[in-house]
Each structure stands twice: as C-alpha cells, then as structure tokens.
C-alpha cells in the first residue's frame, strides 16, 4: 500500500503569526489559516513552520490578513495537560509564500 501526505493550501492569515523558541534552541512559527470550505465557509486550521526547515525568512514579513501558499504534511500531535491527553491536528509547512494581494481599481 502506497501512503501519501501532501497538503498545499492557500488561504489567508487569520491571527497575527506566534513566533517561539523551545529549550531545545528551535525555532518555530505558528499561524492561523482560514481555508475555504464547502458552503462559503472559512476553515481555520493550524500551521506550524519549524524555521530549520522551512527559513526564518520565509515567515519573516507574513501578518493578520496576508494571503499565502502553504505546502507540508498534516501531522497530528500528542500530548498531556494535567491528567487529561489531547491531540491536535495541524500542518507541519515545508514551505510558505506569500501571495501578491490583486490590486482594487
């Protein structure tokens, strides 16, 4: 059986992008990105950009409202909060570039 995970999405920046440092030294980006769905509804989905993969530049200029192209894998993460496991669906970025907004005439 042959298994695939590839996502590209476009789609606008809908919360000004967190940028944090982990104890480990790396560097990541998240962002929100309202998507598109069926019936005219926007779908927020959660991004992460590991700036060891994808480029501290790459993130660097992207803000509330910007329209990118985002290309990775959907992952899905695991974790403990007190006494209760959680998990979280978001996509890892492999890449991300900001789209030229059209211009009003």
Known sequence: MVAVNVV???GTVAADPVVRELPSGDEVTELKLSVPEAGRRLLPLP???WHKSVGK???KDIAKGDAVLV???VIRRFYRNGGN???VMEVVAAGIKKLE???DE
């Open 8 to 10: 590209v999405l476009a």
């Open 47 to 49: 991004v992460a950009a």
């Open 57 to 59: 530049r790459a993130v």
């Open 71 to 73: 290309y990775g894998q």
């Open 85 to 87: 496991a959680r998990s």
């Open 101 to 103: 907004q059209p211009e």
